[in-house]
């Protein structure tokens, strides 16, 4: 079976008892034991729930991996994923990274022991200088957000391996639709649910995918005790979103190749960042081993004084803090989702108040360019 196919079959055929096509919501915190020593197979919900359980199986089987766990949030993931690790313990993450994961890493965990370095992972060279001997773990973020810088993840998989490191992708802006990192050497995938998996901007989740069950039953162990789960009702919407993800992703991502060929030839636009145009350095290793490119464009405008009135003209695009769903939505990352980096590392990733990201949704591409066009010559709608 296909992938598309295996996404459409989320939670088919899980309760043969009505023959449910749509999979139930179980909001049941506990469940009766037959008897002493005896069990359904669930016992409490932070354990393990019904509905949630048709979730993680489904989202297993679409990444290619032994388990994978649902979380409240994409957050919540990443906390659980750094619990895997000791005091002493030192990771290489990519350096143009979602600004609340460096939030987590420099806030809380550093705290806690563990040093984090960041770097350009799209060169392995500068990956294999950031390794030290306590170096347990690479997290890649692949595209980076908001700069959609592209890693090798083969090269990277192979460096990992050869150095014993963990391998962690954030595959949050492709989705297991798009990419599939454990076929390409990681050993546990992250999303921010939240995006692209929900889809429709009206659920937080996140999820980890171990490829291997020794990793699986570490998060199932740290899952269970730390009690970070997706409640039954989240899943259910996860499971319904799993369904359409394929159509929705393939439609995001032609509109997102055209908003970003529009934006290339604007004079009010001096860059654009979008992994399928021509000249990104990425594009052809998303060819490798991507089915796409994903539907994040950021770009820059002339100057960063001309962001606020832009934001105001648009009519269809929202100026909101999120990416994947339906709607179009357009961040502004310095102030927004980066903005407790601080100021001189913004700076030299180029995370600078000009560049705007922009997360494709479903409009019509042409109703998308024309509200686009609208606001960059500053009329208002
Ligand atoms: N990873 C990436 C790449 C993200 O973009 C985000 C949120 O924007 C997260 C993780 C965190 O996810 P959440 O907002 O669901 O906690």
New binding site residues.
């Given amino acids: 079976m296909r992938i598309d196919t295996r996404l459409v079959r989320a939670g088919l055929g899980t309760d043969p008892r009505t023959g449910a096509v749509s999979t139930p919501i179980h909001p049941s915190a506990t469940f009766a034991h037959p008897g002493l020593g005896q069990s359904t197979g669930f016992d409490y919900s932070r354990t393990a729930n019904p509905t949630r359980r048709v979730l993680e199986q489904a989202l297993a089987e679409v990444e290619g991996g032994a388990r994978a766990f649902a979380f409240p949030?994409?957050?919540?993931?990443?906390t659980t994923l750094c619990l895997l690790f000791r005091p002493g313990d030192h990771l290489v993450a990519s350096d143009d990274l979602?600004g609340?994961?460096y939030r987590l890493f420099e806030r809380v965990f550093r705290e806690y022991g563990l040093e984090v370095t960041y770097t350009d992972t799209t060169a392995p060279e500068s990956v294999g200088a950031a390794l030290r001997p306590n170096t347990r773990a690479l997290l890649v973020?692949n595209p980076t957000?908001p700069l959609l810088k592209v890693a090798d993840l083969e090269a990277l998989g192979r460096l990992a391996r050869d150095r014993g490191l963990v391998f962690v992708v954030?595959s949050?802006?492709l989705t297991p639709y798009l990419q599939r990192p454990l076929e390409l050497g990681a050993d546990i995938v992250?999303?921010?649910?939240?995006?692209f998996l929900g889809g429709h901007n009206d659920l937080?989740?996140?999820v980890l995918v171990a490829r291997e069950p020794e990793w699986a039953e570490r998060i199932e162990f740290l899952h269970n005790t730390t009690g970070a789960v997706l409640d039954p009702f989240s899943s259910w919407l996860l499971v319904r979103s799993l369904k359409t993800l394929a159509v929705r992703v393939e439609r995001q991502c032609r509109t997102a190749e055209a908003v970003a060929r529009f934006l290339l030839g604007h004079p009010e636009v001096t860059r654009v960042y979008y992994p399928g145009l021509p000249d990104h350095p990425g594009r052809e290793i998303l060819e490798r081993q991507a089915r796409g490119f994903g539907a994040v464009v950021s770009f820059r405008l002339r100057s960063a004084d001309q962001v606020s009135g832009f934001l105001e003209s648009l009519r269809l695009a929202t100026f909101a803090e999120?990416?994947g769903g339906a709607e179009t939505l357009v961040t502004v990352p310095s102030r927004q989702?980066h903005c407790d980096m601080p100021p001189e590392v913004r700076e030299r990733l180029g995370v600078t108040d000009d560049l705007v990201r922009l997360s494709v949704g479903l409009e019509n591409p042409e109703d998308l360019i024309a509200d686009l066009d609208r606001a960059l010559q500053g009329e208002s709608g």
């Fill in positions: 949030s994409g957050m919540a993931a990443l979602y609340g994961t973020e957000n954030d949050t802006f992250v999303h921010s649910a939240t995006k937080l989740a996140g999120s990416l989702t």
